[in-house]
C-alpha cells in the first residue's frame, strides 16, 4: 500500500495558495478609532468602540456599510454606523457617521 501522506499534503498546499489572501471587508477597529479621531478632531480610543461589522455592497464594489457601537463620553453605548471604502493604504467616510461624540 502507498504511502498518499506526501500527495495529500502537498495538494492542501497548493489549494491553500490558489485561494490567495483574504480580502478586507473594512477597517479594524484601530483604524475606525483612527478615522472617528481625525473626523471629530477628539480622542476615539479603541476601548470605546465595540461589535464593528462591516459587509460589501454588491452593486458597489469598494464600498461597505459598517455599523458598531460607540460608547458616549457620558458612559452610555449608542449604534453608529457609515460607509467607507479604502483609499490607498487607507480607509476614509463615504458617507456617515451621522452625528458626533
Known amino acids: 500500500m502507498r504511502n498518499l501522506a506526501p500527495a495529500l499534503t502537498l495538494l492542501l498546499v497548493l489549494a491553500g495558495c490558489a485561494s490567495g489572501p483574504a480580502r478586507q471587508t473594512g477597517p479594524s477597529m484601530a483604524e475606525l478609532a483612527s478615522m472617528l479621531s481625525a473626523k471629530s ?7 470605546r468602540i465595540a461589535k464593528l461589522k462591516c459587509s460589501e455592497i454588491s452593486e458597489e464594489p469598494g464600498e461597505f456599510p459598517c455599523s458598531w457601537k460607540q460608547e458616549r463620553p ?28
Open 74 to 101: 457620558t458612559g452610555s453605548w449608542h449604534l453608529r454606523s457609515a460607509v467607507v471604502a479604502r483609499e490607498g493604504d487607507q480607509w476614509i467616510f463615504i458617507d456617515g457617521p451621522d452625528e458626533q461624540f
Open 41 to 47: 478632531g477628539k480622542d476615539m480610543p479603541v476601548s
